[in-house]
T-cell receptor
Framework: EDQVTQSPEALRLQEGESSSLNCSYTVSGLRGLFWYRQDPGKGPEFLFT???AGEEKEKERLKATLTKKESFLHITAPKPEDSATYLCASNNQAGTALIFGKGTTLSVSS | NAGVTQTPKFQVLKTGQSMTLQCAQD?????MYWYRQDPGMGLRLIYYSASEGTTDKGEVPNGYNVSRLNKREFSLRLESAAPSQTSVYFC???????????FGPGTRLTVT
């Protein structure tokens, strides 16, 4: 069964304390692994697409990496404005839609 | 360039009432999607439209109908609302050959 699992469910960090969020997937024929940011009361905002193992993409304090079974979202020296829920998704086997994980809620305090 | 827009932002319905959620995109995308988001369940696909004139069921289609009115617009209809349909509904779109989807701001629906 196609599945995307994220951990941890929630993460609390101090400002400047780097960490990583995990996303594991069990999709046959991966065509893309996607990261989104969702702020309370808003729609998911697209961050990255990763296509193949070994690929990395960066945006400000965020870096996403991909292996054959997992993706990581590394957050370096986070700031309070990085607080949000981060969602991971992969395509389904048919390639017709995305399967989302339940998200990791990140809280960064100053 | 507004991206994906949804109306209304909030709605309260009584059990058995009907309503239509509207979605429009101005990015010239071919594919459009409707999701619901519930606490602890994540985003779940209700229906999608790969291109104008086609629609297909997603993971949780029961109780919903959709219409792809034209390339820009994709509506979701609840014919007889039930409390189990209380949720936040998101519309999304994607371009030909691309899997990343772009989301609207959502409609928060409460059915009493």
């Amino acid at each position: 069964e196609d599945q995307v699992t994220q951990s941890p469910e929630a993460l609390r960090l101090q400002e400047g304390e780097s960490s990583s969020l995990n996303c594991s997937y069990t999709v046959s024929g991966l065509r893309g692994l996607f990261w989104y940011r969702q702020d309370p009361g808003k729609g998911p905002e697209f961050l990255f697409t990763l296509y193949s193992a070994g690929e990395e993409k960066e945006k400000e304090r965020l870096k996403a990496t991909l292996t054959k079974k997992e993706s990581f979202l590394h957050i370096t020296a986070p700031k309070p404005e990085d607080s949000a829920t981060y969602l991971c998704a992969s395509n389904n086997q048919a390639g017709t839609a995305l399967i989302f994980g339940k998200g990791t809620t990140l809280s960064v305090s100053s | 360039n507004a991206g994906v827009t949804q109306t209304p932002k909030f709605q309260v319905l009584k059990t058995g009432q009907s309503m239509t959620l509207q979605c429009a995109q101005d990015m010239n995308h071919n594919s459009m999607y409707w999701y619901r988001q519930d606490p602890g369940m994540g985003l779940r696909l209700i229906y999608y439209s790969a291109s104008e004139g086609t629609t297909d069921k997603g993971e949780v289609p029961n109780g919903y109908n959709v219409s792809r009115l034209n390339k820009r617009e994709f509506s979701l209809r609840l014919e007889s609302a039930a409390p189990s349909q209380t949720s936040v509904y998101f519309c999304a779109s994607s371009a030909v050959g691309a899997y990343e989807q772009y989301f609207g701001p959502g409609t928060r629906l409460t059915v009493t």
